[in-house]
């Protein structure tokens, strides 16, 4: 344990996830803060991590999934809105309306989503690992949609090519944050 009367105590002990920048920020749609062992060293001793998603109204947040073995466990700060987490061979688990003071807890590898209400959303999450290893559904490079080929898309989800094309064209590449849409 740290020493107390060590100025550098609060460094090692605290982070301001309110003024941390945000890694992902999107206009109209939220942002996304992390504490990781890379900036609050501790975490790395106790292999925990955190987040703060800030979600405007409408806006979604993923769907992604733990990528490692880690579960997280996520509390409603402010505001409501809904979350879906989709089980094993395609079922889902949960799609429940949650609302500011309830907790939801996301197993690992189930994958999961979270759309906040017209008034927005807060919700703040920890990780059992020191380093947040997500896996994307939506758009960019670690995406299903770059790594399966067209073909393969549209005979699983029974697409047609205009509509998948159309479809990872509204996917905003490496965002796990979207904008309420205007279609």
Not at 3 to 31: I, M, Q, R, W, Y
Not at 38 to 60: C, F, I, P, T, Y
Not at 72 to 96: A, E, H, M, N
């Amino acid at each position: 344990m740290p020493d107390p009367c060590n100025n550098d105590v609060k460094h090692k002990l605290a982070f301001n996830l309110d003024s941390a920048k945000p890694c992902v920020e999107v206009k109209n749609g939220g942002t996304l803060s992390v504490v990781t062992c890379r900036n609050l060293l501790l975490l790395g001793d106790v292999g925990l991590s955190a987040n703060r998603v800030v979600l405007e109204g409408g806006a979604l947040f993923g769907p992604i999934f733990t990528a490692d073995s880690s579960v997280q466990l996520s509390y409603v700060t402010k505001g409501s809105g809904r979350v879906q987490i989709v089980g094993p061979f395609g079922k889902v688990v949960l799609d429940t309306k949650v609302e500011e003071g309830e907790l939801f807890f996301v197993p690992k590898f189930f994958p999961f989503v979270v759309e906040a209400d017209e008034g927005g959303m807060d919700f703040f999450s920890v990780i059992t690992s020191s380093k947040q290893v997500y896996g994307e559904l939506s758009g960019g490079k670690k995406s299903i949609w770059e790594a399966a080929s067209p073909s393969v898309l549209e005979a699983s989800l029974n697409m047609t090519s205009d509509l998948s094309e159309f479809f990872k064209s509204k996917i905003a590449k490496g965002a796990v944050i979207a904008p309420p849409s205007t279609i």
